[in-house]
């Protein structure tokens, strides 16, 4: 008996029951109900403390600490327990609800330890209320039906994509990580990381990515018809060889001053006035001088620079966000369009960039996939969130931001890891793009220490708050020292002053 935890109070329900116990327990604790031959299985998820004694209806401390003297430290627990199924039954929700009374007993190790542990399996780390359980994922369910990893900053983010990265490459997976900061600087232990600059060539570029490049916007009629002529006329001179080692951008700038001069004609008419070409000319080359270092005609599809068995990470680092919508878009699209041919002409004979399964991990997700405006980025995200585990490619998203991801992507997000969470717009933000976070879970994420998180979703049988496994070779995502930089300035410019002063000293020689 001295294990009970407490008893089932109350009216009871098929999903929660309520109980009272003399003992402090812990939230997230595992507990089992035994009744009618069943072994049910239940997370604690919300504790108070009271007094029957002491109520919020006494004003006066004094008498407080009178009754203290004469109950001394007497009081009761009041908790809520969520019901996952019995565990003699593969965690079915029996059909019957705990008869008021029950015994609340400690949940067994080896139940837990069978539950969360399974073949083709990720390890994310220890149960934190027993660090000894150790919870492992299934890797096939994260992968298809994706993923979101959420927090604050400096909640430990990072750590858990690198976690999460480690452990697909175990069974050598080919990942691939939107770097929006350059902050991936990390030795894998199962694999390598393998670093790329992006540079995209304009053949496989849509001509929306290369308007949106140019900033056209939509209503500039004529600007687009342009551009598209001579974006079009550039693609074909390039695929027949007809370049003379001019570059791309230059080919579109020549076929325009070509029809604004009236050197050639456009599509066999004249050009309608020469100012919207100009201001075309003047967009191509704010274009050119922005984003030359990341469009190349010789590059070949960047697809084909994604490898198995390494973490190749995307260094977005250096372009400004809308190159970055604009790359991943480009990379997202041709992954879709590349793994279709891939698994439905399987014997066509056809050379594919790819022609393996692809988990992409998007940082920085509520810019490439934000709430409130349409991006390239934000479509072809939602186009693999939703169509993507058909065709082999799984996805992750991951934010210090929730409240300002699309609520449609994020929704597609079948599982998540969420570390924690103070805003309390994030937290709804969340709750609603996930069936499976109760309110009490909620309210337990402000609580969480860095490094701890709420589990959930289709990768694993139960909830579970988990403390994630530290990765030992992660560079990346620190803060700045930025006291130590501010003393080392000032040691610096008093050596600085040092130097010059015995300078001047030393100018006169020696006599």
Not at 70 to 90: A, C, P, V
Not at 99 to 128: M, R
Not at 436 to 461: C, F, H, R, W, Y
Request: aromatic letters at 6%; hydrophobic letters at 40%.
């Amino acid at each position: 008996m001295s294990n009970v935890i407490g008893r089932c109070v109350g009216e009871t329900s098929l999903i929660e029951v309520n109980f009272i116990s003399k003992k402090m327990p812990q939230v997230g604790e595992y507990v089992s109900l035994k009744y009618d031959d069943k072994n049910v299985l239940g997370m604690i998820e919300s504790l108070v403390r009271g007094s029957v004694s002491i109520s919020d209806e006494i004003f006066d401390p004094q008498t407080i600490a009178k009754i203290k003297e004469i109950e001394g430290d007497d009081h009761y627990i009041r908790g809520s327990i969520r019901i996952l199924g019995d565990i003699n039954d593969n965690l079915r929700i029996p059909r019957t609800p705990a008869p008021p009374g029950t015994e609340i007993i400690p949940a067994s190790e080896s139940d837990l330890q069978g539950i969360f542990q399974k073949e083709n399996s990720l390890s994310l780390g220890t149960l934190i209320t027993q660090d000894n359980v150790e919870v492992k994922v299934d890797l096939e369910k994260m992968f298809s039906r994706h993923m979101a990893i959420l927090a604050m900053t400096g909640a430990g983010k990072s750590n858990t994509v690198a976690v999460v990265v480690d452990g697909i490459l175990e069974y050598n997976g080919c990942v691939v990580i939107f770097d929006m900061h350059s902050e991936y600087n990390i030795n894998f232990n199962n694999g390598e990381a393998k670093v790329i600059h992006p540079q995209i060539n304009p053949l496989y570029m849509t001509f929306s990515e290369m308007k949106r490049l140019a900033r056209i916007g939509g209503g500039a009629v004529l600007q687009e018809r342009y551009f598209l002529e001579s974006y079009r006329m550039a693609s074909r001179d390039i695929r027949n060889g007809d370049t003379k080692n001019r570059e791309f951008i230059t080919i579109m700038k020549e076929y325009l001053e070509a029809w604004e001069s009236g050197r050639l004609s456009f599509r066999g008419q004249d050009v309608e006035g020469d100012k919207p070409i100009i201001d075309v000319l003047n967009k191509i080359g704010d274009l050119e001088q922005r984003y030359s270092s990341i469009i190349n005609a010789n590059a070949g599809n960047i697809l084909s620079k994604l490898e198995l068995g390494k973490a190749n990470i995307i260094d977005l680092g250096s372009v400004d966000e809308k190159a970055a919508e604009i790359i991943v878009s480009h990379i997202l699209r041709n992954a879709l369009q590349n793994n279709k041919k891939w698994l439905r002409q399987a014997d066509s004979g056809e050379k594919l960039p790819l022609n393996h399964p692809v988990f992409f991990v998007l940082e920085e997700a509520h810019i490439l996939a934000p709430n409130n405006r349409d991006t390239e980025s934000k479509l072809w995200i939602s186009r693999i969130a939703r169509e993507g585990r058909k065709f082999g490619l799984g996805l992750c998203l991951v934010s210090q931001s929730p409240k300002s991801i699309d609520p449609d992507s994020l929704s597609q997000a079948n599982n998540m890891i969420i570390l924690r969470l103070v805003e309390p717009k994030d937290q709804r933000h969340v709750q609603s793009a996930s069936e499976s976070l109760s309110e009490d879970l909620v309210q337990q994420l402000p609580s969480l220490n860095i490094g701890e998180a709420v589990v959930l979703g289709l990768m694993t049988k139960i909830p579970a708050l988990v403390k994630i496994h530290e990765h030992k070779n992660k560079e990346f995502g620190q803060d700045l020292a930025v006291i130590d930089i501010w003393k080392k300035s000032e040691e610096d410019t008093r050596k600085r002053f040092e130097d010059e002063k015995n300078d001047v000293l030393n100018l006169g020689g020696d006599y």
